[in-house]
């Protein structure tokens, strides 16, 4: 196994792994309190998109792990930043109202976009909207993806996720949707950079073993899986990706790390 002594920093999945709807896993609030004890330093990955991203520090603090907006990225801000490098973006936005705010400097249209930007709506999916989507993609308008995952966990159990619906449009417009989210390279890339660290000093973890841990290994980040949140023992055994060690909850962290001496404040 990997000697996770030498990692100087951590990047934390949300949903599933800190905490589940507005619970927060056992031992989660003292294992971040324990770690950043250690002189670690943490920052929280999301690909959630159905809030902005001071409702999301908001949460996060509300729930006790006391975050501060530049500890935190999520795949909606990383969408943010590409558009920003882009020429004249006109968007067409299929994202949660709250996400929407921070997306209020880009022009909008819904039938004349330039970009399709796909993030988590609910029961809004309709064939209507989805045939909306097609046309402004046959017309030439790049589809951008917050994220492709399948599936996440919630308080009443799992539930589909937006994949389907973006792999859905790829297929019927001939096109291939730009990911923003895990596992994209970039969006892992982007973490270490303002971390200024090297890969190889900055752990992943997950309760999805494709696109947390999968997409941090790919980026040379190491990968640890819970078992909480997503985790299914069947679909983690049909996965290609060996994660670096597998953890019961995130609150097995601290001693994976060697940081049992801190003491939480």
Not at 76 to 85: E, F, G, R, S
Not at 233 to 252: F, G, H, K, N, Q
Request: proline letters at 4%.
């Amino acid at each position: 196994m990997f000697n996770f002594n030498a990692i100087k920093a951590v990047l934390f999945d949300l949903d599933g792994v800190l905490y589940i709807g507005q619970q927060p896993i056992d031992g989660a609030i003292e294992a971040v309190a324990r770690i950043r004890q250690a002189g670690i330093a943490v920052r929280f990955v999301t690909n959630t998109s159905t809030l902005s991203l001071t409702a999301l520090q908001q949460k996060i603090s509300g729930l006790g792990f006391n975050v501060v907006p530049e500890e935190i990225m999520s795949a909606p801000q990383a969408t943010i930043q590409y558009l920003k490098t882009q020429p004249n973006p006109v968007c067409k936005l299929l994202l949660a109202d709250d996400v929407k705010k921070d997306f209020a400097c880009f022009d909008q249209s819904e039938t004349a976009a330039n970009y399709v930007v796909i993030g988590d709506i609910g029961d809004r999916w309709s064939y209507e909207l989805l045939n909306e989507v097609f046309h402004c993609l046959v017309n030439g308008a790049q589809l951008i993806a917050i994220h492709k995952n399948r599936f996440w966990q919630t308080e009443t159990g799992l539930q589909m996720d937006i994949g389907a619906f973006v792999t859905g449009l790829e297929y019927a417009s001939n096109t291939k949707a730009m990911l923003m989210g895990k596992p994209s390279q970039h969006f892992f890339n982007m973490a270490i950079d303002a971390l200024r660290l090297k890969p190889h000093e900055v752990v992943m973890v997950g309760d999805d073993i494709d696109a947390d841990v999968g997409g941090a290994q790919d980026a040379g980040l190491h990968g640890v899986l819970v078992k909480t949140g997503k985790y299914r023992e069947t679909y983690t055994r049909l996965s290609a990706v060996e994660p670096d060690a597998t953890i019961p909850s995130v609150s097995d962290l601290p001693a994976l790390l060697g940081c049992l001496s801190a003491t939480p404040s």
